[in-house]
């Protein structure tokens, strides 16, 4: 079965300051693996993904994520917070349960960005 | 527009009513999802639908039902509400292989 473990609930950073939200999988299988950002009142928006190609993942705002697959690891990063980056962070896995894909969340990180 | 469109944003019900929550999407997709969020517990799977004829259960589905009307609708009711129904859901929309596109949710509270 997999599963996924946000390791943080909550990450306050200061603008311009590095931004790392930390994320850990199981899976039976060679997984999807996605981080979706949901801004208050709004649904989740695809930030990047990683589907078995390049293990370092270019996003969108300039957010990124390493697959590691001996750490079962696959951290979010941007180089310097911006205000507008304030919201939560989902960290989602993408394997085959009972015959079939399916999705796995995790618990999600909110980010603060302070000024 | 909106990809994918839920209605209503907000609802506030009673106990014991019954409830139907409606997504809509322009993509073209064949695949739609209904998912409820809880605070702390990230999004749970209630039912999916690969297309019209295929619908299945996902880890949550106890006490609710969907119905695909099209390949571009796919509601969820609730047959008689109770309070732990409370809140976010959001509907979902992919192709096969791709990543899942959300609406906005719909926030239901029962009172």
Redesign the interface.
Known sequence: AQS?TQLD?HVSVSEGTPVLLRCNYSSSYSPSL?W?VQHP??????LL?YTSAATLVKGINGFEAEFKKSETSFHLTKPSAHMSDAAEY?CVVSDFTRG?R??T????TRLQVQP | DADVTQTPRNRITKTGKRIMLECSQTKGHDRMYWYRQDPGLGLRLIYYSFDVKDINKGEISDGYSVSRQAQAKFSLSLESAIPNQTALYFCATSRVGQPQHFGDGTRLSIL
Do not use: H, I, W
Request: proline residues 0%.
């Open positions: 996924v609930s996605f979706y009142n709004k649904g989740l928006q695809l993904k989902f079939r399916a999705l969340f995790g618990s999600g």
